[in-house]
Nanobody
Framework: QVQLVESGGGLVQAGGSLRLSCAAS??????VGWFRQAPGKEREFVAA????????TYADSVKGRFTISRDNAKNTVALQMNALKSEDTAVYSC????????????????WGQGTQVTVSS
């Protein structure tokens, strides 16, 4: 079993930065994705990283502003978010899969509870 816990969310002004962290316990070695969901909208892919960090993928909306990384020694995956915009406001969740890391949330087996990110304009 895998447990995922996100942290680092909060309120930030537009143009600011936040760093989210996803801490994993249990069987942790897998591909990890970050997703977000704003009120009234569907869950949206943000970024993904393979199990050894050899490949990363980003949504076009965050490319160049967000960076995903992982530290397998600490069982953590981080999402550095810079140049935040009001449209980045959402609940951000990390997820883990032992299959291929895709943009489809249905590919992921384990999910954290999410952390709220609010960007004020």
């Amino acid at each position: 079993q895998v447990q995922l816990v996100e942290s680092g969310g909060g309120l930030v002004q537009a143009g600011g930065s936040l760093r989210l962290s996803c801490a994993a316990s249990g069987r942790t070695f897998g591909n990890v994705g970050w997703f977000r969901q704003a009120p009234g909208k569907e869950r949206e892919f943000v970024a993904a990283i393979t199990s050894i960090g050899s490949s990363v993928t980003y949504a076009d909306s965050v490319k160049g502003r967000f960076t995903i990384s992982r530290d397998n020694a600490k069982n953590t995956v981080a999402l550095q978010m810079n140049a935040l915009k009001s449209e980045d406001t959402a609940v951000y969740s990390c997820a883990l899969t032992y299959a291929k890391a895709t943009r489809n949330p249905a590919s992921y087996n384990f999910w954290g509870q999410g952390t709220q990110v609010t960007v004020s304009s």
